[in-house]
T-cell receptor, first 115, second 109 residues
Framework: SAVISQKPSRDICQRGTSLTIQCQVD?????MFWYRQQPGQSLTLIAT?????????ESGFVIDKFPISRPNLTFSTLTVSNMSPEDSSIYLC????????????FGEGSRLTVL | GQQVMQIPQYQHVQEGEDFTTYCNSS?????IQWYKQRPGGHPVFLIQ?????EVKKQKRLTFQFGEAKKNSSLHITATQTTDVGTYFC?????????FGTGTKLQVIP
């Protein structure tokens, strides 16, 4: 199973600033996703990080606010731009190994608090 | 769009009691997956169901996929304090995975 390292694990940020979250996987994976989990809530898919091309964003999420990079099959970043308190959440990197409908592996998450 | 609802939202049980959470989709699912998230942790995969009417067991956990492939259940027999956490189903599928609303389980020792 894939081992995913995510950093930072947590951060406290000021309103209006931006923060980049890194996700490193110990093996090459085709599918890599970014989720948001607000306190006490379920997981919401932000986007699919595509290697070598622009990410595919879900409804309600835009590239200007959540730019994503994926330079290779083991690494991706998610930036939360121009943060507001509403962006306070846990951001999770997730990958899928093997079958295109197989299980999802998650990183430990990055807990962001925006003041 | 696709919606995946889970009931109940919260459940408190006495240790040793049984627990069941139900997952209902507005559309037919190709498969369904279940995950457990411990407090402060990240979701961990439990199982995937693919066939209509499928039943799978993992020790005290029993998973079932409905005949119409629009609902699923997770049943835990004789809960233990280690079962505490939030249980999520998701719609499976190739890319556009939709997670259920989750059921938070508290086990009272």
């Amino acid at each position: 199973s894939a081992v995913i390292s995510q950093k930072p694990s947590r951060d406290i940020c000021q309103r209006g600033t931006s923060l980049t979250i890194q996700c490193q996987v110990d093996s090459q994976v085709t599918m890599m996703f970014w989720y948001r989990q607000q306190p006490g809530q379920s997981l919401t898919l932000i986007a699919t990080a595509n290697q070598g091309s622009e990410a595919t964003y879900e409804s309600g999420f835009v590239i200007d606010k959540f730019p994503i990079s994926r330079p290779n099959l083991t690494f991706s970043t998610l930036t939360v731009s121009n943060m507001s308190p509403e962006d306070s959440s846990i951001y999770l990197c997730s990958v899928r190994e093997g079958a295109p409908t197989g299980e999802l592996f998650f990183g430990e998450g990055s807990r962001l608090t925006v003041l | 769009g696709q919606q995946v609802m889970q009931i109940p939202q919260y459940q408190h049980v006495q240790e040793g009691e049984d627990f069941t959470t139900y997952c209902n989709s507005s559309t037919t699912l190709s498969n369904i997956q279940w995950y457990k998230q411990r407090p402060g942790g990240h979701p961990v995969f439990l199982i995937q169901l693919v066939k209509s009417g499928e039943v799978k067991k993992q020790k005290r956990l029993t998973f079932q996929f409905g005949e119409a492939k629009k609902n699923s259940s997770l049943h835990i027999t004789a809960t233990q304090t280690t079962d505490v956490g939030t249980y999520f189903c998701n719609s499976g599928g190739y890319q556009k995975v939709t997670f259920g609303t989750g059921t938070k389980l508290q086990v009272i020792p």
